[in-house]
């Protein structure tokens, strides 16, 4: 049987998985995963999608990793300590770390704290312009809080506490690499990355297949016994999902609605039929889904600049009877806010979200002066193929309410970017944790962010001034207390239409 928890963190959460149970011999004993979309990068500074973070966990450590129960432990650093400030992190490194063999580097090359500070100063450096430069913003005043102090010391100091900072360490983007070889390979290095992983680069054919095989000198013990990776990139579900079962692939994350029932209960469990040729797992997974309104590039007109608007589309909507019909109740809808189930703080009595109320949304439409001589103009709702089938179904129960709603349909890499430049007034997104604690869901509308990852642009002083408080308290009842303000004000504001909470299958 799998340990979903070891494949769900091998591959940092992909929401589905099949995996057959019968497989061709090989030569080589080579794990075959499939992802619909093509990777962009393998340099950990721009590991911003899924797809990308995917590879690159592979191939990359960091200082620190999460384990199988979100706990963050060791990676490159074998212990750490926080003065009593909060403000200064010390980690000890392993001294038996190792970069890959590669052409730019000619002898073995142990890992140390000078390549930790290149690697966090790289990361910020406005001319890699990498998205997760972020992670740090207002956190320290510039590259020199990074310190090596000698070769297995390495030290960075804040301006002020914040106590998810060691989660943040575990996200690819903070990955360790050579120097050398980034000079090295200049920007090829983003298809020949050089890491400490436990699978090393071989081959990358773009939009066909990526080549990893076995590091042999991996420093930490893992419980495989794989020669390679093999990810392919099969941009239709129907056709990967074929390639499983004819042996041709061993795992496939994603299902479309045409045939989930084909393969779930209504309830989402296997159906019995299938239980003799596909291994099936589920677990947690961190991921909400919403629909997100940019607050400042919304058209003259735009009704989504009323809050009683937006307060009404979230009531127009029957979540559960979503997850049922195109989900098979994968998932949980979201009735308590923005932060998922599954997390620590997540409390849905303390929390209570939108629940549907189509008589509420009525009036609430009524009270921003939408009447049949005064219809609401046409919303445009911006999606990706792969959720057409879910704004569709959003689109007709508003027009149960009266509101009109055009969709736009866009390739997922044109939608990111138009979220990130705000040309997109109203668009479907997710957010996946970076680390586990609601502030990696809730940073998302602190204004002083850009995007990523205040997508919406949302601002409101009150959730600022809380968001400055939590970061900093390492009391755990004033932590969630103050989460629970500042998701109450989501709601109240309703900057986005909450969806669902995911599962991971």
Same mark, same amino acid.
């Given at each position: 049987?799998?340990?979903?928890?070891?494949?769900?963190?091998?591959?940092?959460?992909?929401?589905?998985?099949?995996?057959?149970?019968?497989?061709q011999?090989?030569?080589?004993?080579?794990?075959?995963?499939?992802?619909?979309?093509?990777?962009?990068?393998?340099?950990?500074?721009?590991?911003?999608?899924?797809?990308?973070?995917?590879?690159?966990?592979?191939?990359?450590?960091? &200082?620190? $990793? #999460?384990? %199988?129960?979100?706990?963050?432990? +060791? =990676?490159?650093?074998?212990?750490?300590?926080?003065?009593e /400030?909060?403000?200064t992190?010390?980690?000890?490194?392993?001294?038996?770390?190792?970069?890959?063999?590669d052409?730019?580097?000619?002898?073995?090359?142990?890992?140390?704290?000078?390549d930790?500070v290149?690697? &966090?100063? $790289? #990361?910020? %450096?406005?001319?890699?312009?990498s +998205? =997760?430069?972020?992670?740090?913003?207002?956190?320290?005043? /510039?590259?020199?809080?990074?310190?090596?102090?000698?070769?297995?010391?390495?030290?960075m100091?804040l301006?002020?506490?914040?106590l998810?900072?060691?989660?943040?360490?575990?996200?690819?983007?903070?990955?360790?690499?050579?120097?050398?070889?980034?000079?090295?390979?200049?920007?090829?290095?983003?298809?020949?990355p050089?890491g400490?992983?436990?699978?090393?680069?071989k081959?990358?054919?773009?939009?066909?297949?990526?080549f990893?095989?076995?590091?042999?000198?991996?420093?930490?013990?893992?419980?495989?016994?794989?020669?390679?990776i093999?990810?392919?990139?099969?941009?239709?579900?129907?056709?990967?999902?074929?390639?499983?079962?004819?042996?041709?692939?061993?795992?496939?994350?994603?299902?479309?609605?045409?045939?989930?029932?084909?393969?779930?209960?209504?309830?989402?469990?296997?159906?019995?039929?299938?239980?003799?040729?596909?291994?099936?797992?589920?677990?947690?997974?961190?991921?909400?889904?919403?629909?997100g309104?940019?607050?400042?590039?919304?058209?003259?007109?735009?009704?989504?600049?009323?809050?009683?608007?937006?307060?009404a589309?979230?009531?127009?909507?029957?979540?559960?009877?979503?997850?049922?019909?195109?989900?098979?109740?994968?998932?949980k809808?979201a009735?308590?806010?923005?932060?998922?189930?599954?997390?620590?703080?997540?409390?849905?009595?303390?929390?209570?979200?939108?629940?549907?109320n189509?008589?509420?949304?009525?009036?609430?439409?009524?009270?921003?002066?939408?009447?049949?001589?005064?219809?609401?103009?046409?919303?445009?709702l911006?999606?990706?193929?792969?959720?057409?089938?879910?704004?569709?179904?959003?689109?007709?129960?508003?027009?149960?309410?009266?509101?009109?709603?055009?969709?736009?349909?866009?390739?997922?890499?044109?939608?990111?970017?138009?979220?990130?430049?705000?040309?997109i007034?109203?668009?479907?997104?997710?957010?996946?944790?970076?680390y586990?604690?609601?502030?990696?869901?809730?940073?998302?509308?602190?204004?002083?962010?850009?995007?990523?990852?205040?997508?919406?642009?949302?601002?409101?002083?009150?959730?600022?001034?809380?968001?400055?408080?939590?970061?900093?308290?390492?009391?755990?009842?004033?932590?969630?207390?103050?989460?629970h303000?500042?998701?109450?004000?989501?709601?109240?504001?309703?900057?986005?239409?909450?969806?669902?909470?995911?599962?991971?299958?």
């Amino acid at each position: 049987m799998f340990d979903y928890k070891t494949i769900l963190f091998w591959l940092i959460g992909p929401i589905l998985f099949f995996s057959c149970k019968e497989k061709q011999s090989k030569e080589y004993n080579v794990f075959r995963y499939n992802q619909i979309n093509n990777i962009t990068s393998l340099d950990p500074a721009f590991a911003k999608s899924q797809n990308n973070i995917w590879a690159t966990h592979h191939i990359f450590d960091g &200082l620190v $990793r #999460l384990d %199988d129960e979100l706990n963050v432990i +060791p =990676g490159i650093a074998k212990k750490w300590s926080v003065s009593e /400030d909060g403000l200064t992190y010390r980690f000890i490194l392993n001294d038996r770390v190792y970069f890959h063999q590669d052409q730019c580097i000619t002898e073995e090359r142990v890992v140390t704290s000078t390549d930790v500070v290149y690697s &966090l100063s $790289r #990361l910020i %450096d406005p001319e890699v312009n990498s +998205p =997760g430069s972020w992670l740090f913003t207002d956190k320290i005043p /510039d590259a020199s809080a990074f310190t090596a102090v000698n070769d297995t010391i390495f030290e960075m100091r804040l301006n002020a506490p914040f106590l998810p900072m060691l989660g943040i360490l575990t996200m690819q983007y903070c990955s360790v690499v050579p120097k050398e070889c980034v000079e090295y390979y200049g920007s090829e290095f983003r298809e020949h990355p050089i890491g400490t992983g436990p699978f090393q680069f071989k081959r990358w054919e773009d939009n066909q297949a990526l080549f990893l095989i076995n590091n042999d000198n991996y420093f930490r013990k893992v419980a495989h016994n794989l020669d390679g990776i093999k990810t392919t990139f099969i941009p239709d579900k129907k056709i990967a999902f074929l390639e499983l079962l004819n042996g041709n692939l061993d795992f496939v994350s994603g299902l479309e609605s045409s045939f989930i029932h084909d393969l779930l209960t209504r309830e989402g469990d296997l159906l019995e039929s299938k239980k003799e040729v596909l291994n099936y797992a589920k677990a947690p997974y961190l991921n909400s889904e919403y629909l997100g309104i940019n607050m400042e590039s919304q058209p003259e007109n735009s009704p989504l600049k009323i809050k009683e608007v937006r307060q009404a589309l979230n009531l127009a909507l029957d979540r559960k009877l979503m997850l049922t019909a195109l989900r098979n109740n994968v998932g949980k809808p979201a009735i308590s806010g923005f932060v998922p189930s599954g997390l620590p703080s997540y409390d849905p009595l303390k929390v209570v979200g939108y629940r549907y109320n189509p008589d509420s949304a009525r009036a609430l439409i009524l009270k921003a002066g939408y009447t049949a001589t005064n219809p609401m103009p046409v919303i445009e709702l911006f999606t990706n193929k792969d959720y057409l089938d879910l704004t569709t179904f959003v689109a007709r129960q508003w027009q149960e309410v009266g509101v009109r709603v055009n969709i736009e349909v866009l390739e997922s890499s044109i939608l990111r970017d138009g979220m990130r430049k705000s040309s997109i007034p109203f668009f479907r997104a997710s957010w996946i944790a970076d680390y586990p604690d609601a502030e990696s869901f809730l940073c998302m509308f602190y204004s002083k962010y850009p995007a990523p990852p205040n997508y919406t642009r949302y601002s409101n002083p009150a959730f600022d001034e809380m968001y400055e408080r939590v970061i900093q308290t390492d009391d755990l009842e004033e932590r969630f207390e103050l989460y629970h303000q500042m998701d109450r004000l989501l709601i109240e504001d309703a900057p986005v239409i909450f969806l669902f909470y995911d599962e991971a299958y």
